[in-house]
């Protein structure tokens, strides 16, 4: 992610501010070309299924991508420990984000992406249903490429949680990412 | 599992055998006849949100709104996660159904739920729904909802 104080804290409070619907002052100036990469984060009526449409995207170092929750409560949250311990599955040095639920249809969220790799990342309510998403930032390479359980018995990994099988089963592949850059889910629903 | 699903609807189908703390006093308390005092959809003496007791209102314990389309505005005894039951009240705060929440680690488990407390009020219909999690509940589990307004009443809690 980007890298400098300021424009971490700038970028913070256009994160902060579109997250709550409210005019994304800071967030416009920094989003103003080009356009950030749209993610829906969908459900059916019944919440029996949910997903994220595009579900595997890929993007240059320096682009800001905004999900967008069109029904149900969902959060975008990256793979990392310190989001409730999960394993950490986006590159190194890359700052975690977590957008906190997003309750309104039309709300959104903003993450600029810098540090080359993939970037896996979940909904927390709905991770254990497969709610997973995986952005490849120029290069498929870091921890989000590597197999679910890379990290069983590194030191400083007691307490990771696993990804859900659910989960795993919903990435697609880095390969198939670098392929095709959009990968949308089956039928626009998982 | 079957034997789990069949035990729990069957719990929740036991209109009548267990009443929610409120309802029994208001019981006590209220000269009117059962039928009238109960239903939902009386305009006599329908029950009002809020519950009162235990009960709190979802959206002050976990992030949902108010109100959920579908569903209506949710209380719950926090003591009773997940299973519940949770209380739904239309707009105009008239008591639609009783959701119990059961997650499938749960059923695979063959955990048991018995005596899941329910509303002394007539029961129109039951939904059993797959749900893929929510804030409060955040894994995969069913919505068990005994419902005490018709279908058509209950369709109009989608907005």
């Known amino acids: 992610m980007t890298s400098g104080s300021r424009r971490e804290f700038l970028k913070a409070g256009g994160l902060v501010l579109t997250g709550l619907g409210i005019a994304p002052l800071f967030g416009t100036r920094l989003l103003a070309s080009p356009g950030p990469k749209l993610i829906e984060m969908r459900s059916d009526a019944l919440g029996s299924r949910v997903w994220f449409d595009p579900i595997g995207l890929y993007v240059q170092p320096g682009t800001t991508v905004r999900w967008i929750a069109r029904e149900n409560v969902h959060t975008t949250t990256a793979y990392h420990p310190k989001n409730d311990h999960h394993s950490l599955r986006i590159p190194d040095g890359a700052a975690p984000w977590d957008s906190g639920f997003l309750i309104k249809p039309g709300a959104t969220f903003d993450v600029t992406l810098t540090v080359p790799g993939v970037y896996d990342y979940y909904c927390m309510p709905h991770e254990a249903a497969g709610m997973v998403g995986r952005i490849v930032v120029g290069k498929g390479t870091g921890p989000g490429s590597q197999p679910f359980g890379y990290w069983v018995g590194n030191p400083g990994t007691d307490g990771w949680h696993r990804v859900p099988d659910a989960a795993r089963a919903a990435f697609p592949s880095v390969a198939r990412i670098l392929a095709e850059r959009v990968v949308h889910p089956i039928g626009g629903q998982r | ?159």
């Open chain 2, 1 to 159: 599992m079957k034997g789990l699903a069949l035990a729990t609807v069957v719990t929740a189908l036991g209109i009548g055998i267990f009443t929610l703390p409120d309802v029994a006093a208001a019981q006590r308390e209220s000269p009117l006849p059962v039928a009238s005092r109960m239903h939902p959809d009386s305009s006599t003496a329908p029950l009002q949100e809020p519950p009162g007791g235990k009960y709190k209102k979802v959206s002050t314990l976990v992030p949902l709104p108010d109100f959920i389309p579908g569903l209506g505005t949710l209380y719950v005894d926090p003591a009773t996660l997940p299973a519940g039951p949770f209380l739904a009240y239309d707009h105009q705060g008239h008591l639609v159904s009783s959701i119990y929440m059961i997650p499938l680690k749960d059923m695979n488990a063959q955990k048991a739920f018995s005596g899941l407390k329910i509303a002394h009020a007539p029961a129109d219909h039951v939904d059993i729904v797959y749900n893929a999690g929510h804030p409060g509940v955040a894994e995969p589990h069913y919505h068990i909802t005994v419902w005490y307004v018709s279908a058509q009443r209950a369709a109009q809690l989608a907005k």
